[in-house]
């Protein structure tokens, strides 16, 4: 059973940064796909980041490129999403995912596991 559990949130004004932290136990392949997704109220869960493990491509959704970076520590088992020159628009509840399978990174049906979620908070 894979367990992924999120830190790193909190409140910052816009056009600060954050790094997220998602630490995760108890995979056994290391050829699997992590992701951040968040959802802001009213919203749908939206695909953030993702890195495929097996080539180490990344990928970005539109609206953080640029201004975001997803790394994994394979020594910590940890997956982080660094975001810089935060905008109103970035405050939402942060997830990290997890799937065997290398599915399309953006789609949400494609993961198995997921954390309990960080709540980020940008503030003008």
């Known amino acids: 059973q894979v367990q992924l559990v999120e830190s790193g949130g909190g409140s910052v004004q816009a056009g600060g940064s954050l790094r997220l932290s998602c630490a995760a136990s108890?995979?056994?392949?290391?050829?699997?796909?992590m992701g951040w997704f968040r959802q802001a109220p009213g919203l749908e869960r939206e695909g953030v980041a993702a890195?495929?493990?097996?080539?180490?491509?990344?990928y970005y959704a539109d609206s953080v490129k640029g201004r975001s970076t997803i790394s994994q520590d394979n020594a910590k088992n940890t997956l982080y999403l660094q975001m810089h020159s935060l905008q109103l628009e970035d405050t939402a509840v942060y997830c990290c995912?997890?799937?065997?399978?290398?599915?399309?990174?953006?789609?949400?049906?494609?993961?198995?596991?997921w954390g309990q979620g960080t709540q980020v908070t940008v503030s003008s």
């Open positions: 995912a997890f799937s065997y399978a290398l599915v399309p990174w953006h789609l949400p049906t494609g993961y198995t596991y």
């Open positions: 890195f495929y493990t097996d080539n180490g491509k990344t």
């Open positions: 108890g995979y056994t392949y290391n050829r699997n796909l």
